[in-house]
């Protein structure tokens, strides 16, 4: 296989070696269809949140005191261990629902959401969590009040802006993703 790059000079290269074992297109669209189908991410949730009829609850699934630090407005919290017993306290059954935990070093997120589905929940998972909400500069609720920080620039181009202009952190609370 050659491969050539969009270029004017129409380069030649050798294809690496990450590629020697690669999936058709049509399997991998629907691996990607399919996680579309599990997972949303920090930008479309708040997009939905701001929308103000989100039409799911958002779950917060970490524990008491990781809630306590910080949460996402407007979620609720049922910590992935009392999934099953409590859901349907807090969810009425059949109501869509996004869950998140803390990050995406962890996978308590992707259990709790196979506890929703279980239970018969249409369900998404929030990935990079909480961290990443915090990290893309969105505010967040404390028993105190909301807090917001400035946006990570590593993970949001927020702090430079996307033309070069600075935005405060009160600003980016509007700021989606740019991709």
Same mark, same amino acid.
């Given at each position: 296989m050659t491969l050539r790059l969009a270029q004017d000079n129409a380069d030649t290269i050798t294809?690496?070696?990450l590629f020697a074992n690669v999936a058709a297109s049509d399997a991998a669209i629907r691996?990607?269809?399919g996680r579309l189908a599990f997972e949303t991410d920090i930008s479309d949730v708040a997009a939905e949140l701001?929308?103000?009829?989100?039409?799911? +609850?958002? +779950?917060?699934?970490?524990?008491?005191?990781?809630?306590?630090?910080?949460?996402?407005?407007?979620a609720v919290h049922l910590p992935g261990r009392r999934i099953a017993e409590?859901?349907?306290? +807090?969810v009425p059954a059949g109501?869509?629902?996004v869950v998140y935990c803390w990050g995406p070093?962890?996978?308590?997120?992707?259990?709790?959401?196979?506890?929703?589905?279980?239970?018969?929940?249409?369900?998404?998972?929030?990935?990079?969590g909480f961290e990443y909400w915090v990290r893309e500069g969105f505010a967040f609720a404390t028993d105190e009040g909301? +807090?917001?920080r400035a946006p990570d620039g590593?993970?949001?181009v927020a702090v430079g802006g996307l033309d070069g202009e600075r935005v405060t952190p009160a600003a980016a609370s509007g700021i989606t993703c740019a991709c």
């Open positions: 294809p690496s070696s691996h990607f269809e701001a929308a103000g009829a989100a039409g799911f +609850v958002l +779950v917060d699934t970490r524990n008491d005191a990781a809630w306590a630090q910080g949460r996402v407005p407007g409590e859901a349907q306290t +807090v109501t869509p629902v070093a962890c996978n308590g997120a992707t259990r709790a959401a196979l506890a929703f589905a279980r239970l018969g929940y249409p369900v998404k998972e929030m990935i990079g909301l +807090v917001q590593l993970t949001n």
